[in-house]
């Protein structure tokens, strides 16, 4: 039997969907546990990890800010784990790979998907600003994956699993930094940029009005995305730039509009499911990686998106 310890991400308790997302991969590799950092789980929570298939939910009570540390209880409750699977994020990059220095596990960290390959996992990713795909063995015998978020479909599991609640005792070894404070950024309400399963982003094109692209993201439940030009104006702040030096989005669908696909950008979200764009000069180079184009501008094209989408949900 393969465990696969999946950590689950959750905010303030409340489990996230990417780490549904993570569960559900997991259960293709295996038998799933989940590892939970932090104050203990609700029942509603675990239960809903249980309807993902985790058999067990492994709390470990333990303040695990710190990477260090996280990987510490990490280690310490998933010992017997074959995979550790978790959702790529800038925190979660550096505790697997403090875990993978550890315990010498193989680990790949934005993967795409990932797959048992004859006794072992294979990852499949983008690189070099999603130009190519590769596909990696790991061949040691334990094996640690970042999944990116969106690049599995959360689906419960026929039979919802026990999801028994395992509390973990873990040391926590001394080191050398202390978190004395900790303030979350100013954050938008809604779906964080990296987690979006839709993404409508807006550059120097909007001349800095991002009525409509806002307008069009919440009328599809996702997040407002920009171009480094229209952060550096100062006309949206910098959580929202995708690209190189911004955030990295895997959205099912990525709309851009008035952005012209200079490669910096194209690199943050170029492994989108579906990419739609609205640019005016019909030469733009984000045409050459859409699956979609409208040469217009912004402001006739998305007003008529919002009104054709409006009607469709009508009826
Ligand atoms: C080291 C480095 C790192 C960088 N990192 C990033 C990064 O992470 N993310 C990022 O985005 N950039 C990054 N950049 C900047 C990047 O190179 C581009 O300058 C930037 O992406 C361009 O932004 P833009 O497409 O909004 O502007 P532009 O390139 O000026 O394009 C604007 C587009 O809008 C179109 N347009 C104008 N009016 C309309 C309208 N009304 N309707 C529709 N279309 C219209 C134009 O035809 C044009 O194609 C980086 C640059 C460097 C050097």
Redesign the pocket.
Known sequence: MTTVAVLIDHRAGVVTRPALEALTLARSLGTPVAVWLGERPSADAAALLGDYGATEVRAVEADARLSAHAATALGAASEDADVVVVISTFVTKEIVTRLAMATGAGVVVDAAGAAMVDGRVETVQTVFAATWNVRTRIESARAIVGIRPNTTQAVPADAAAAATLVPITVELPEIRERVTHVEPGEADEGVPLAEAPVVVSG?????GDYTLVTELAELLGGAVG?????TDEGWISHEH??????TTVTPALYVA?????????R??MQASGTIVS????PD?P?FEISDFGVV????D?IPQAIERIKEHRAG
């Open positions: 550059g120097r094109g909007t001349g920009a171009s480094r030009d229209a730039m995708v690209g190189q030096t911004g509009a008035g952005i012209s696909g200079a490669v910096h950008h690199g943050g609205i640019n005016m000069d733009a984000i217009g501008s912004l402001f094209v």
